[in-house]
């Protein structure tokens, strides 16, 4: 990923962080190196424009987000230390919310279906796997990093993403230097999804 971050223009890239983060909070570790005299922060500081992030759970200050939680030394350091770009965060009250199913006319007989239905039987966990369907939790990070904001969600102003010692979502409306968002909801169908 250094790499790949040295060699492009400056403020072009875009992240998406979707699972732990432990691999982003590691890039921002970097130290410098042959392939950069610049740190991994700084790297990301110089190169890239957006990180969008699916963790969290915003409307609920007492549930402790999968993501957020599978490595929460990562997710606490890269909410605290990742300052310098933009960042939107998507939270799992959103991903519940959007539905991914296969096609609506599909025979019973489909695959996708059968994996779907079955994968949501085995979780158990009406929130997020309903009749052939499973949350878009991922998938809403990405289409953010790609197609924007747009008509398609709404956002809170900007402020602080943290995630404290039992890994709830910690959320500060605070201007000034401060430059993360999370999506407070959706507008209509996400028929891209």
């Given at each position: 990923?250094?790499?790949?971050?040295?060699?492009?223009?400056?403020?072009?890239?875009?992240?998406?962080?979707?699972?732990?983060?432990?691999?982003?909070?590691?890039?921002?570790?970097?130290?410098?190196?042959?392939?950069?005299?610049?740190?991994?922060?700084?790297?990301?500081?110089?190169?890239?424009?957006?990180?969008?992030?699916m963790?969290?759970?915003?409307?609920?200050?007492?549930?402790?987000?999968?993501?957020?939680?599978?490595h929460?030394?990562?997710?606490?350091?890269?909410?605290?230390?990742?300052?310098?770009?933009?960042?939107?965060w998507?939270?799992?009250?959103?991903?519940?919310?959007?539905?991914t199913?296969?096609?609506?006319?599909t025979?019973?007989?489909?695959?996708?279906?059968?994996?779907?239905?079955?994968?949501g039987?085995?979780?158990?966990?009406?929130?997020?796997?309903?009749?052939?369907?499973?949350?878009?939790?991922?998938?809403?990070?990405?289409?953010?990093?790609?197609?924007?904001?747009?008509?398609?969600?709404?956002?809170?102003a900007?402020?602080?993403?943290?995630?404290?010692?039992?890994?709830?979502?910690?959320?500060?409306?605070?201007?000034?230097?401060?430059?993360?968002?999370?999506?407070?909801?959706?507008?209509?169908?996400?028929?891209?999804?």
């Amino acid at each position: 990923v250094r790499t790949l971050l040295a060699a492009a223009p400056d403020n072009s890239v875009r992240i998406a962080n979707v699972g732990g983060m432990v691999g982003l909070a590691n890039l921002m570790q970097s130290p410098a190196d042959g392939i950069s005299p610049l740190t991994g922060l700084q790297l990301i500081t110089q190169k890239v424009k957006q990180v969008s992030i699916m963790a969290g759970y915003f409307t609920n200050p007492t549930f402790a987000e999968v993501n957020a939680n599978i490595h929460l030394a990562s997710s606490q350091y890269v909410a605290d230390n990742l300052l310098t770009v933009t960042v939107v965060w998507s939270g799992f009250e959103i991903g519940a919310t959007v539905l991914t199913r296969p096609n609506w006319f599909t025979t019973p007989e489909d695959p996708i279906m059968y994996a779907f239905d079955t994968f949501g039987s085995a979780a158990n966990n009406n929130l997020h796997y309903i009749a052939g369907s499973r949350g878009s939790f991922d998938p809403i990070a990405v289409d953010i990093l790609q197609r924007g904001i747009g008509s398609r969600y709404t956002q809170s102003a900007t402020g602080k993403v943290a995630f404290d010692a039992s890994g709830f979502t910690i959320w500060t409306a605070v201007g000034g230097s401060n430059n993360h968002t999370y999506i407070t909801g959706r507008v209509g169908t996400i028929c891209a999804l």
